[in-house]
């Protein structure tokens, strides 16, 4: 299961219910003053993050600790990449992060662009509309608010999952751990470490915390490498070629409104949908730096001087996989009816004020939970005051 990468800190919160708002999902509660957060329901959006004004929640710490008695190899995604003007800073940038005690930096480009290709030939030949499953953020989305549209996932593993299979096949039995540096919140969720996850990855690292350790490393020297264009072109809607039938969209509400649509099968004109619940897709990732428009100018840049476009040759089970239904699976149509209609009569006694005292963030969610066994109607605090629901 991916648990959720949101640290709270118990010192700092005052219980401003500020991240209860927040929250899309409705993942977060407060229980006895303390900020509880749902793992089956976070989907790592860090929105509660960015509503906290006083860092009570934040991203989980990662920390770099390399044993040089192993083969330590790290994967770097196309986002860091084009976070560089140059080439030439590209090559300066495996440099350094290879000068941490790196083994072997591995560029992920080619397996992004795997990615999208692959995804592209399913709905090529599906019948329903596929829905690409490069970001976890989205898979998660999916099962927790969608699950209808569970089997419109494109079945294909994610590409720091895709290279680190391939990275163990190459050492054999050699003692090798993977590091993946991410670019946002969800992806951090993608490894064995914190988790305990059954990822071929073995540790996350957010980009931003690994920011200030590598950048010291600056102008030491140059490590070749060839970039995959199509992949670097891949991670943002703006910049990949896009047939008629792709329909792309960047930022979380838009990919919440197509979610919706296609789950009522009103899509009818697209055979996929690529969405990044990030602002010019995995290039807004909130683990990285600056603003995410300079990239646009970045990747012509950097194409300028890399014009190869590599393409791997993987095997079926190399790139595909049973994806996993964490949540619920397939959910049958009448007991969710049903379920629905016992929601709805615990919510119309409850005061509609959704004013958070309960701990809960609305008046809908407690009836969730009060359908659900985990608190009883007597816990409505306005109720308990002797107000009464006149709706």
């Known amino acids: 299961m991916k648990k959720s990468v949101i640290e709270y800190t118990l010192d700092r919160c005052t219980t401003c219910l500020a991240c209860l708002k927040a929250c899309p999902l409705d993942a977060i509660s407060l229980v006895n003053n303390r900020v509880v ?8 959006c860090g929105k509660c993050i960015d509503a906290c004004n006083n860092q009570g929640l934040q991203t989980i710490k990662t920390n770099l600790e390399l044993d040089k008695d192993i083969i330590n190899v790290a994967l770097l995604p196309s986002s860091l ?11 300066d940038l495996f440099n350094a992060i290879k000068l941490l005690g790196f083994d072997e930096i591995i560029d992920l480009s080619p ?4 990615v999208f290709k692959e ?25 927790v608010k969608y699950p209808s549209l569970l ?9 720091s999952e895709i ?11 050699k003692k090798v751990l993977v590091y993946n540096f991410c670019e946002c919140n969800a992806k951090l969720s993608l490894a064995k470490f914190p988790f305990g996850n059954n990822y071929y990855v073995d540790y996350s690292l957010a980009i931003a915390q690994m920011l200030p350790i590598f950048k ?3 102008g030491k020297g140059r490590l070749q490498v060839n970039l995959s264009s199509k992949g670097l072109q891949a991670i943002n809607p703006q910049t990949y070629q896009v047939s008629e039938a792709c329909l792309s969209a960047d930022s979380f509400d838009k990919v919440m409104d197509i979610l919706e649509l296609a789950e009522f099968d009103v899509i009818k004109d697209y055979q996929i949908l690529r969405l990044f619940p990030c602002y010019n897709g995995c290039l807004g990732g909130d683990l990285l730096w600056e603003n995410s428009y300079n990239n646009l100018g970045n990747i012509k840049n950097i194409l300028q001087k890399n014009q190869e476009s590599l393409e791997l040759s993987l095997t079926f089970d190399d790139i595909y996989s049973n994806y996993e239904k964490e949540v619920c699976g397939k959910i049958d149509i009448k007991e969710k009816i049903k379920k629905f209609g016992e929601i709805n009569k615990i919510y119309e006694k409850l005061p509609h004020l959704d004013c958070g005292a309960c701990g809960y963030p609305s008046c809908r969610k407690m009836a969730e939970e009060i ?14 005051r002797g107000y009464k629901n006149v709706n």
């Open 216 to 218: 010291n490393n600056y």
């Open 371 to 384: 359908c659900n066994g985990n608190c009883e109607i007597k816990d409505c605090k306005i109720l308990d």
């Open 37 to 44: 957060i749902n793992d089956l329901l976070c989907i790592n």
């Open 151 to 159: 089997d419109n996932l494109a079945p294909i593993k994610y590409p």
């Open 81 to 91: 990449i084009l976070r560089m003007s140059n080439m030439d800073e590209v090559e």
């Open 111 to 114: 397996y992004e662009a795997l």
């Open 119 to 143: 995804s592209s030939l399913i709905a090529n030949y599906n019948d329903e509309i596929t829905i690409s499953s490069f970001c976890p953020m989205v898979n998660k989305l999916i099962e």
């Open 163 to 173: 290279a680190a299979k391939q990275v163990k096949k190459k050492y054999g039995s």
